[in-house]
């Protein structure tokens, strides 16, 4: 992923470091490489560039740049101060003495004359002759040349200098030019705007050219006085001039809103080539979407906007132009403040007013001068002064978060900064702002100096504080953001336990009086919680009251204030309404007077109570009233809606249109009567009457010290009943949703037709409608067919059949088809072979009428053709039965026959040979037409026929002159057999041209010249032979020779899979294509960080202990992609090592199949490769493209200008930017990151790169050795590789297009999104995907995006779309079993999850990378990620929740796919689970969150609920279930109340206990995720797949994986809302074949799993030894196996799914190195990897920052362990018949005697073990043997058994382990009391039991060899199936390393 590590987990200090030796390790040969430059000497890189470039041409020239560039950092940094000076100079000056006396040899002039005659050379013989080319490679080269020259310039002005020489005036004159073209021509990205650009072939389309008039047009503006003029000046030149703008800021804005107008303007006119005026319409439409949010902002706040427009017509366009121009300007300068677009509003609000005011020619009322701008016009006068200083309080606020640790509430993040914006406070910022503003105060730092942990923040007077919102962490959250359903639920089931409590139990009895009245008490319910809710509101936002405003304090009071008179007036009435109340009603009426009943004042209570909830059902009815009033800014309707929620800026008119409310309503009340039928009648009502029985048992013995005798009706046994009940009963609608989901989403996928196309054999079947599918989807339709609609159109669907291949339509089928096989075999995921099978011809045969398809289906058809007419004895009904059933058959015999006509057409040209041949042909084709072929010919001889035919095939496909006599031959067989075999009737033209004809007529021998040969002139070798002569014989000589059956063809999986899934998403419901030049122009952003760019061949053959590299990890597990290879680069195994070339092809071939930078750059420009294409297409009358593809080298202007069209306009639509973070960085320390980002930007000329660059300048003030750090945003491409002389290699270098200063590190939040942003400005167009850096994309794929983008434009429900959601596929899921679970789960969420989630339930957010956003939408709300350090850890889904809650649409789109990798091995899986649970926590204290569950409507909010944080939540409630019912049971037991109530049926055989269970282990063994997997694999795959995946999927454990995960899922997501500690986890994305060791996973598990399997381990110990209700009976069984199954798997899971888990020899080091590692001490700079003590501490590292109330939570959650305790020790041998207290207090005697040993052990090790050695040993032995006397005796004389000791320990192990949690919790007390080495003892004894408990059972089990051939059976039985021989992967490669080895040797 791209960086995520801000800069408190990573500061930048060691991270330079790193850089320093490798700049001192570089001295030598590699700092010649010119990149390697201090950045604080970044200056010089350009001379030692040209020092390289000139070095082959003239070696002393190359010295004296190089010695010039040391003067000159010698001068920039006279001191040496910056990182890696001194060591540069050094090496530099070694370097220089070096060439010195080298280039001194054979020298004759003097240095001056050197360099002038050098300069003198390369202008004339370089530059000159670039000048006269106009053509867009040699504008590259000339810009390069132009740099250098002024280079070379500045050197020879230097050497001039010290030589005391003039410079010549003709060098000057050059130089004056030279000098000039240097300004004009600079490295420009997409459009080059200079003057002498003009040709260009982007620059000659009209919509370019309008907007760059439009632009230019700078009539009235008042220039600055002392301002100097430049050509082409434009009204960006004048904004800058005016407000201070960066010149790069300018260039990139500038370019942006060009393409932007022109993309817009091409659709706007139905001519394109028109005049070039810029349409009014296109200015209107962006301007419209740029200011839509502005304008929303002024309305909001009650403002005017400032976007005055002149009366004058003609200045409007300008005018408007300026505004926009200003908007973008401010934008692509504002850095960090881009996350903060209310922010962005506020500044533009005052910069275009002081716009206008410069335009109106206003006067200042203060100084009589004309309006000036705030902030001045000096050079970067905006970003000094505007941005910098809002900056410096994000950095601020960032710094206080502790890198996110510290409480959410005691720092601003991004969107508390943003939302200050959203009062009309915020003028009172000022403008200019004002430095002591509230917005700019910080709270006073804190004063307390001591280190205790829980220091509480002084905050200042003037801080803000948090504004509209506070994130606490709590748990209170979930019930205050979605309070509407937690109601919901509680009242349904109240109701229902007091309709299944009352009468006979069942719904009917509700009807009767006392039953109705009573479940009319909801309402008090309701009114309760409606406090509640009041309540936890006012504190939850109690840290944001200094900023709420008055109506928002005072909504919440009155709330609290009406809620609580509610509390009291419900009951009252409630009471008053009954004749003869309750016991409840009865209390309250003895409170208020026993006056009279009244029913109906309770009745009109509740109307009262009732009526806003009335009013809000209305509302929901009518969705548009309610977007209309939401939407108001109307102080009354403001007023109106101020009681339901306070007036915000976001989250108003949110609400879908009528058809889409109905569908997710009728979804959801489906749904809940399911639920809530089946908690009536299974849960709720069966446990009804057992409880009322268990109540009225009495019962008063109990076996503890009972606290509470007399408490009534076994209270705590009916809780321990009903509790696991009650968490099911709100848990188990997560498994309906899975149920429902999976029907619907089932349904709605198949009337979207997925899966139409599974298999080869269901698109062989359809294949002949594909040619007619492609050109409806992919070819732009030139007159518009009214569509299709209704029923019938979404059941069938036809496309019109092409009928033959002379159409244009047949060959831009062959044109794409063709692109997508061959791009398969550049994959190489099919063979040559295959390829040929596959590709149609594209030349059009204009002798053949017919359709030609790939040989692939007509493969095997003409042997089988000519073996049936052998047989067919003149039956032609028979054969023609048969070849109608078989149409491929048919149009391989019809192509055939006609192919086989024209090609002995063209080679016989003898005059009498042809008309034979005519006679015939002529009368074969008779018979044809009369339909009597087969009864008129004798077939019997055809084979003799045809094996000729293929000979002379073979003839023709060598076309060599020396067969001519052997074609000769075969043709004269081929008319023997035709005529004297075949054709029964005599031929008369025949009988009239035997050989010479005159053999009867005289006996004399004619000469030899004379002799009429028979075939004697033919076209053989054939003349010209052309690429479609060749492609015919090609094809033929497959259709005849392939005897075997192509249906296996492609063989590979991934081949079948995407040509499926192609083809039949031609079938499904997408846009038309427009034209490229007429669609919507979009970017791909990619952010990267460190990941691995490209494999190196060391990295590839480094073997891991098994002896196993990732090379030949890659052969075993893609053999047939391997061998595929080998054949495309036409060499073997070991020659690949032989060539550079063959080496990079090999480092492609492995990095495309891993998760490499390469692989998704790769995939992103297949983009490009599409759109020129498809552009080409468009353009082309009749030319093949593969015309205009080979003859790009030719100089045919015509096709050349054709070519440079397609690029141009692949440019204009299409921009990809990889945002490589550190490529500075690794640029100068010289890593091979950078030189393979630098590759990829060679290969792929039309990639951009943004990068952050860190640049050191040194302070101008000599004393002070002050270095300061200047921050860039910089993009760069290749540079044009050409030198001065083409024969030498040249160094790929890139070029600085924009870098545009920061105003400080770019990084402060999380690290992607702030990746993101920084180079979001440099993308292009109307559509941004955003792609990550583990993606894919197919060549096919491409294709559709034109038809994607479209739906833009659509509306999809009342509001076009703003993030179009793709599918993915994920391509890791074969590496091995897991990988495969997680493969299949991911897809079924990636595509039925989300396509449900779209339509109906309208909740989609933003969940990984594929999307595409609507671009000008986004970036004028917050860009496509938020940043705020830890809040948005899972940035992406906060891009859908702000896109929801701004008004946005997000749609789900399936016709279209990516490719994404994921996780493979366990503990990156568990790391990636643990990352997304710490972001579902996060999530569940956001605002966003609370504001889609308080502006949702009831039923989307619940659709929001259940596939957000409550999917989690309802995780947590699975394992807390399990929880509660083991407590239950322990309580139920230890207190004998089991035993008391052990014949009763409710303890004995609890039917809905049994149930409720179920359902938990339903969810726990991932039977929700199963389900709409199941149904996604059916539905594409076919459901008999579907069973097979299944049942395989349970033979490899996948429910114990499932399990697994839910241990992961709820830990982290419970903890992250407890006390914080969310953090991103860098899994990687490495192969995983590698064994883990024990340590590694004791580390990641231990307290996720391995401490709460143990906890529920000790649980069902003890109630097997000490229960007594399910002995014997199977619920015991089926009710405890699923939970024994549960601590298996925590417990040793990560053992059974670790490679070589279970091999003797691992577990021995494993055993070794755990040892180690629990034994090394901690301590400062010690890794947790390393040292248990510092693992430890960093494990509790959360409770710090946690807070009291954290402490507090987790002190109580403790006390759980001292129940084992006391309940236990009643329960010993010795202590049977005593329930005396005392017992438990003598318990406690025994702990602390034991702790006061082990301290006084402790102490005595420290003091005595090196003086009093002996004495110390008998100490210890003394301990022992008192030990063991106290243990004799107590068995003796009480008479203590073996059980009563396995009770003491399972009593008083989890006491230790309980005092251990809360000591750790109470750090500062510890620490001070001085006992905290004491408790470290202690734990640290508790995890070396720990771990033996795992490490025990591990090794017995690895002693049997069968163990661990089972787990790699189990583990790879995915790669297995493709022929992984696994093991020998695992077992390593001994012989292949033996035989490489010996290789070596020879």
């Given amino acids: 992923m791209a960086s995520r590590r801000g800069p408190d987990q990573q500061p930048p200090g060691p991270q330079r470091r790193i850089m320093r030796t490798q700049t001192a390790g570089n001295i030598g040969e590699a700092m010649l490489d010119s990149e390697v430059v201090p950045s604080s000497l970044v200056e010089i890189a350009p001379i030692l560039r040209v020092a390289n470039e000139v070095e082959a041409r003239n070696p002393r020239v190359a010295y004296l740049c190089r010695f010039y560039a040391f003067e000159k950092a010698h001068r920039l940094d006279p001191t040496s101060s910056g990182r890696g000076v001194r060591q540069f100079k050094t090496a530099l000056l070694q370097r220089l003495e070096r060439e010195n006396e080298t280039t001194l040899v054979g020298k004759q002039k003097s240095d001056a004359r050197e360099m002038q005659n050098f300069y003198r050379l390369y202008y004339e013989q370089y530059i000159k002759k670039l000048q006269s080319a106009a053509d867009k490679a040699d504008r590259a080269q000339l810009t390069k040349a132009y740099q250098t020259a002024a280079v070379l310039f500045e050197v020879l002005k230097a050497v001039n200098l010290s030589e005391s020489v003039e410079v010549s005036d003709e060098i000057l004159e050059a130089h004056t030019e030279v000098a000039e073209k240097t300004q004009i021509y600079v490295p420009y990205n997409i459009l080059p705007l200079d003057p002498d650009s003009a040709n260009q072939a982007i620059m000659k389309y009209p919509e370019i050219q309008a907007s760059v008039s439009a632009l230019r047009n700078i009539r009235g503006l008042p220039w600055p006085k002392n301002h100097e003029k430049k050509v082409n000046e434009d ?25 932007l107008l022109a993309n817009v303007h091409i659709r706007q006119l139905p001519k394109p080539d028109q005049q070039p005026k810029l349409d009014d319409r296109a200015l209107t439409e962006v301007m419209k979407k740029l200011f839509k949010n502005y304008t929303k902002w002024c309305k909001f706040l009650g403002r005017k906007r400032s976007l005055w427009l002149p009366t004058i017509q003609q200045e409007v366009q300008q005018r408007k132009l300026l505004y926009m121009g200003l908007y973008l300007l401010i934008w692509g300068e504002a850095a960090n403040l881009r996350f903060m677009p209310e922010c962005l509003c506020y500044i533009y609000h005052h910069m275009a007013f002081e716009l206008y005011g410069m335009l109106a020619g206003n006067v200042s009322p203060m100084t009589g001068e004309f309006i000036k701008p705030a902030y001045g016009g000096e050079d970067e006068a905006f970003l000094r002064k505007v941005v910098t200083p809002i900056y410096e309080t994000i950095a601020k606020e960032a710094r206080r978060s502790k890198g996110g640790k510290y409480k959410h509430s005691d720092w601003r993040n991004y969107d508390d900064l943003n939302e200050y914006f959203w009062s009309v406070d915020c003028f009172k910022l000022g403008w200019p702002m004002r430095a002591d503003a509230d917005f700019f105060s910080q709270p006073p730092e804190k004063l307390q100096v001591d280190k205790s942990e829980d220091r509480k923040p002084i905050t200042g007077d003037r801080w803000t504080g948090k504004i509209n919102f506070v994130e606490i962490r709590s748990f209170w959250h979930i019930f205050r953001s979605f309070d509407r359903m ?25 009807s009767e009086g006392d039953t109705f009245k009573k479940v009319l008490s909801i309402f008090i319910t309701a009114a309760i919680l409606k406090l509640a ?62 006056g009279s009943s009244s029913p109906s004042l309770f009745i009109l209570a509740v109307f009262i ?50 058809v889409s409310l109905f569908k997710y309503t009728m979804f959801w009340v489906l749904l809940i009567v399911a639920k809530l039928a089946f908690s009536f009648y299974i849960e709720i009502k069966p446990l009804v009457v057992p409880t009322k029985e268990i109540m009225e048992v009495p019962i008063h013995t109990f076996k503890w010290h009972e606290f509470f005798p007399r408490a009534k009706n076994n209270i705590g046994v009916v809780v321990a009943l009903w509790a696991p009940i009650i968490l099911v009963y709100f848990m188990d609608t997560q498994i309906w949703y899975a149920i429902f989901s999976t029907i619907f989403g089932g349904i709605y996928g198949a009337f979207r037709r997925l899966g139409e196309i599974r298999t080869l054999e269901m698109l062989r079947s359809r294949f002949q409608s594909l040619p007619g599918a492609f050109n409806d989807r992919l070819i732009p339709k030139t007159e518009d067919k009214p569509k299709k609609k209704g029923l019938k159109a979404t059941l069938s669907r036809k496309f019109d059949e092409i009928p033959s291949n002379k159409g244009k339509e047949a060959a831009r089928f062959a044109q794409l088809w063709n692109k997508i096989i061959t791009s398969f075999r550049e994959e190489d995921l099919i063979s040559n072979r295959e390829r040929n099978l596959l590709l149609v011809p594209y030349w059009a045969d204009p002798d053949l009428d017919l359709i030609q398809w790939p040989p692939f289906l007509l493969a095997s058809k003409i042997p089988i053709a000519v073996d049936m007419a052998k047989d067919c004895n003149r039956k032609d009904r028979e054969l023609k039965k048969k070849l109608d059933a078989d149409n491929y058959m048919k149009c391989a015999v019809r192509e055939c026959y006609a192919s086989c006509k024209s090609i002995i057409n063209n080679l016989v040209q003898g005059d009498r040979e042809k008309v034979v041949i005519n006679d015939i042909f002529t009368k074969v084709d008779e018979h044809i037409e009369k339909d009597d072929l087969i009864k008129e010919l004798n077939m019997s001889d055809l084979p003799s026929l045809y094996e000729q035919f293929v000979e002379l095939i073979e003839c023709l496909s060598r076309n060599n002159k020396d067969e001519k006599d052997r074609v000769v031959i075969i043709l004269l067989n081929m008319l023997e057999v035709m005529t004297r075999d075949i054709m029964e009737d005599p031929l008369p033209s025949l009988l009239d041209s035997n050989h010479g004809g005159s053999y009867g007529k005289h006996e004399g021998m004619t000469p030899l010249d004379q002799q009429y040969q028979y075939f004697g002139a033919l076209n053989f070798p054939v003349q010209p032979e052309t690429e479609a002569w060749k492609e015919k014989i090609r094809r033929l000589s497959l259709l005849l020779t392939v005897k075997e059956s192509a249906m296996d063809v492609p063989s590979n999986l991934e081949a079948r899979r995407r040509i499926s899934f192609f083809s039949n998403s031609l079938f499904m419901d997408m846009p038309a294509a427009p034209k490229v030049r007429n669609m919507l122009s979009y970017s791909v952003l990619t952010p990267y960080y460190t990941e691995a760019v490209l494999f190196s061949i060391n990295a590839l053959e480094l073997e891991n202990e098994d002896g196993v590299s990732i090379l030949f990890y890659l052969q075993k597990i893609f053999p047939d992609e391997w061998t595929n290879f080998l054949e495309r680069v036409n060499s073997s195994e070991e020659e690949l090592r032989g060539t550079g070339e063959l080496q990079e092809e090999l480092r492609l071939w492995a990095s495309y199949r891993g998760q490499t930078l390469t692989k998704t750059v790769r995939g992103m420009m297949y983009y490009r490769k599409a759109l020129e294409l498809q552009a080409f297409l468009d353009m082309a009358k009749d030319k093949g493209y593969k015309d205009v593809e080979s003859n790009i080298e030719e100089d045919s202007k015509n096709e050349r200008s054709l070519w440079a069209q397609c690029q141009a306009i692949a440019d204009m639509k299409f921009t990809y930017v990889v945002s490589c973070q550190q490529y500075g960085i690794h640029k100068r320390s010289g890593d091979a990151r950078a030189k393979d980002i630098l590759r990829l930007m060679t290969t792929y000329p039309s990639l951009r790169v943004a990068y952050i660059d860190e640049v050191e300048v040194t302070s101008n003030d000599k004393s002070k050795k002050t270095i300061q750090k200047v921050y860039y945003s910089v993009l760069v491409k290749a540079a044009s590789p050409k030198s001065i002389d083409s024969s030498n290699p040249v160094q790929n270098l890139d070029e600085v297009i924009y870098k545009i200063k920061l105003p400080g590190p770019a990084i402060l939040g999380e690290g992607k999104p702030e990746n993101q942003n920084h180079a979001i400005i440099f993308t292009r167009g109307e559509g941004l995907q955003t792609i990550d850096m583990n993606q894919d994309n197919y060549m096919e794929e491409a294709f559709k995006m034109r038809n994607l983008l479209e739906e833009f434009l659509k509306t999809h429900g009342v509001r076009p779309p703003t993030i179009l959601g793709l599918r993915e596929h994920i391509f890791t899921g074969s590496v091995s079993s897991l990988a495969w679970f997680m493969s299949n789960q991911e897809t079924s969420f990636v595509t039925i999850g989300q396509r449900l989630l779209a339509n109906p339930l309208k909740v989609r957010f933003h969940y990984g990378h594929p999307d595409v956003f609507d671009r000008l939408f986004h970036l004028t709300r917050g860009g496509v990620s938020k940043a705020s350090k830890i809040i948005n850890l899972s940035e992406d889904i906060f ?4 896109s929801t809650l701004r008004e946005g649409n997000v749609t789900h789109h399936e016709y279209i796919q990516v490719g994404k990798g994921r996780d493979v091995g366990l503990n990156q899986i568990s790391m990636f689970e643990a990352k997304i649970a710490n972001g579902n926590g996060e999530q569940t204290i956001s605002r966003d969150i609370y504001r889609l569950g308080h502006r949702f409507d009831f039923f989307r909010m619940l659709s929001c609920y259940f596939t957000t944080t409550g999917f989690y939540f309802s995780t947590l409630i699975t394992v807390l279930i399990v929880y509660i019912f083991l407590y239950g049971r322990l309580y139920l037991v230890l207190s004998g109340l089991e035993e008391g109530l052990s014949n009763h049926p409710a303890i004995r055989d609890n039917k809905p206990l049994q149930v409720a269970l179920a359902s938990q282990s339903f969810v726990q063994i991932g039977l929700l995720m199963a389900l709409p997997m199941m149904m996604e694999i059916g539905l594409e795959r076919g459901f008999r797949n579907a069973l097979i995946d299944f049942i395989l999927m349970q033979l490899q454990l996948a429910p114990v994986f499932f399990t697994f995960s839910l241990g992961t899922r709820t830990h982290y997501y419970g903890r992250t809302l407890l006390h914080g500690g969310a953090e991103y986890r860098s899994t990687g994305r490495g192969f995983v074949v590698f064994h883990a060791k024990f340590a590694d996973n004791y580390r990641l598990y231990s307290r996720s799993h391995f401490v709460k399997g143990i906890e529920l381990m000790i649980l069902l110990l003890v109630y097997h030894i000490f229960g007594h209700s399910y002995r014997g009976v199977v619920a015991y069984v089926f009710i405890t196996i699923s939970i024994w199954f549960m601590v298996g798997t925590w417990l040793f899971a990560p053992f059974l799914f670790n490679p070589s888990g279970f091999e003797w020899q691992k577990i021995l080091d494993d055993w070794t190195d755990w040892n180690k590692w629990i034994s090394n001490r901690g301590g400062i700079g010690v890794l947790p990897e390393k040292s248990w003590e510092s693992w430890w501490d960093k494990e509790h590292d959360h409770l710090r920052y946690s807070g009291m109330r954290g402490r507090i939570t987790e002190i109580v959650l403790s006390v759980r362990f001292f129940i084992y305790q006391y309940g236990l020790v009643y329960h010993l041998n010795i202590t049977k018949n005593t329930q005396n207290f005392l017992v ?27 003086n009093f050695q002996l004495v110390f040993r008998m100490i210890k ?15 003796a004389v009480p008479g203590m058994t073996f059980r009563d000791i396995i009770v003491c320990i399972l009593a008083f192990m989890p006491t230790g382990w309980g005092m251990l949690l809360i000591a750790q919790a109470c750090k500062p007390v510890v620490v001070r009391a001085g006992l905290w080495s004491s408790v470290k003892t202690l734990a640290r004894g508790y995890e070396i039991v720990m771990g033996l408990l795992l490490f025990i059972p591990v090794a017995f089990l690895a002693w049997f060899p069968f163990v661990s051939e089972f787990q790699t059976r189990m583990l790879f039985n995915q790669a297995f199936s493709r022929g992984l021989q696994i093991s020998r992967i695992l077992g390593g490669q001994r012989k292949d390393r033996a035989d490489h080895t010996s290789r070596n040797k020879e």
């Fill in 1439 to 1442: 891009a859908g929740f702000n």
């Fill in 1784 to 1810: 438990y207090g003598a318990s406690w005697v025994v702990i602390l005697l034991i702790l006061f040993v082990m301290k006084a052990v402790s102490v005595g090790r420290r003091r005595f073990s090196a």
């Fill in 235 to 259: 009204i960006l030149d004048w904004l800058q001039a005016m407000f201070g703008f960066q010149r790069d800021n300018v260039a990139n804005q500038r370019e942006h809103l060009i393409l």
């Fill in 1821 to 1835: 032995g003394l301990i022992f043997i008192t030990f063991i006397a106290i243990l004799i005796t107590l068995i």
């Fill in 609 to 658: 109570y009732l009526s806003p909830n009335i009013l809000n059902v209305l509302l929901f009815l009518f969705p548009i009233v309610r977007r209309y009033l939401e939407r108001s800014n109307y102080k009354i309707v403001t007023l109106m809606m101020w009681w339901s929620q306070p007036r915000l800026y976001v989250g108003r008119g949110m609400h879908e249109s009528s």
């Fill in 533 to 594: 809710q009041a309540v936890l509101d006012i504190m939850l936002s109690w840290k944001a009251r200094r900023m709420m405003s008055y109506h928002v304090k005072l909504r919440y009071i009155l709330k609290a204030i009406s809620a609580a008179v509610w509390v009291i007036v419900m009951p009252v009435t409630y009471a008053y309404s009954w004749k003869n109340p309750p016991g409840f009603a009865q209390t309250i009426r003895s409170w208020f007077g026993n």
């Fill in 486 to 510: 937690w109601s919901f639920f509680i009242l349904c089931l109240q109701a229902m336990i007091i309709i299944a409590w009352n009468g006979n139990g069942d719904l009917s009895s509700i």
